[in-house]
């Protein structure tokens, strides 16, 4: 069943917290100039527009991006995301993960996009400019498996499926462990909804994956949240996180300002929050 479609939920909280980390994963692998591969494993569609049907339906955009555009900021880190996303923005359109990704690439570097509803896939390839870009109709759950390790060795992994089934969750742990075990110094980013009780079993799910992380064979694992308010009954999605595992050095460090900024930003009540946490902390 793939009932999902993240134009309902293009520009909210969650793509903020992401695409941030993204676009900063993306720079630290562009400080080099040997070639880099971008793997996105759930894709969607590529590009939003703020128009249509089913963003206006929820308008969760007016809570998340439409807040950071407005704002005046000063975290680097933060205009940086904010001025990869502006070109975008004016043409009332949201950038997903791969049209940001497409907007960085440079001319030696390489990008894998898989997506698996017909769709949505369909959108995507439009985006398809260049031979560099490889853009696949599958699973990728066992896309990511199939494809490691990618030629070059050197890159970002972005997974952020839909959970919308909760069997999701044990499904990503074994084809990341299978992926790790193929290509152990990719950076791989895992992005997760952290959901109140109203999210019925799925509730705490997120956490439980993200405990099990450590145990994998890697050089550290960094766990970063945002949350937009308090973890009330009926909060639904009240927040996000971000696992990258093989985080480049100083990526806390960087990430900090930028979280500090954006977080009263995007408060829908006091108890809104974020954290930085090495669950595994490289030697
Ligand atoms: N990463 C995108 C972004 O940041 O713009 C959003 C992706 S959305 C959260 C999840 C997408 O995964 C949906 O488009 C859905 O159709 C797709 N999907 C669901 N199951 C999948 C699977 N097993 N393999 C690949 N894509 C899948």
């Known amino acids: 069943m793939l009932s999902y479609r ?13 695409h941030l980390c993204q676009i900063l994963l993306l720079d630290k692998l562009a400080t ?21 049907e089913q963003a206006l339906k929820t308008r969760e955009f007016d809570s998340g991006i439409t807040r950071l555009m407005a704002a005046t900021t000063h975290s680097p880190a933060l205009n940086r995301y904010k001025s990869v996303v502006a070109p ?12 940001l ?12 996009l898989m997506e698996l509803h017909s769709d949505e896939i369909h959108h ?11 853009i696949h109709h599958r699973d990728g759950f066992e896309g990511v498996v199939a494809l490691t390790p990618p030629n070059p060795k050197r890159g970002l992994v972005l997974i952020d499926p839909p959970y919308e089934q909760a069997s999701e969750y044990g499904t990503l742990f074994d084809a990341l462990s299978d ?22 079993e799925k509730a705490g799910m997120s956490e439980a994956l993200v405990e099990k992380l450590p145990s994998l064979p890697v050089k550290s694992v960094l766990d970063i949240r945002l949350s937009v308010c308090e973890n009330h009954e009926n909060a639904g999605m009240f927040g996000s996180g971000m696992v990258i595992i093989n985080a480049p050095w100083q990526f806390d ?16 009540d006091s108890g809104a929050n974020f954290s930085i946490n090495w669950l595994k902390a490289p030697e």
Do not use: C, M
Not at 6 to 18: M, P, R
Not at 184 to 192: D, E, M
Not at 253 to 268: D, F, K, R, S
């Open 6 to 18: 993240h134009s309902f939920h293009a520009g909210n909280h969650g793509d903020v917290l992401k």
């Open 32 to 52: 080099k100039a040997k070639p880099y591969v971008y793997i996105d494993t759930h894709s969607g569609r590529g590009l939003y527009s703020f128009d249509s």
């Open 88 to 99: 975008f923005y004016e043409q009332n359109e949201y950038p997903g993960s791969p049209a």
């Open 101 to 112: 990704a497409l907007s960085q690439l440079r001319e030696q570097d390489s990008g894998i």
């Open 124 to 134: 995507l390839k439009r985006l398809q400019r260049h031979e560099r870009v490889a």
């Open 179 to 200: 992926a790790i075990a193929r290509w152990q110094t990719g950076v791989y980013a895992i992005w997760y909804p952290l959901l109140s009780v109203r999210a019925k």
């Open 253 to 268: 460090e960087h990430i900090y300002p930028a979280l500090e900024e954006l977080t009263p930003l995007l408060a829908t």
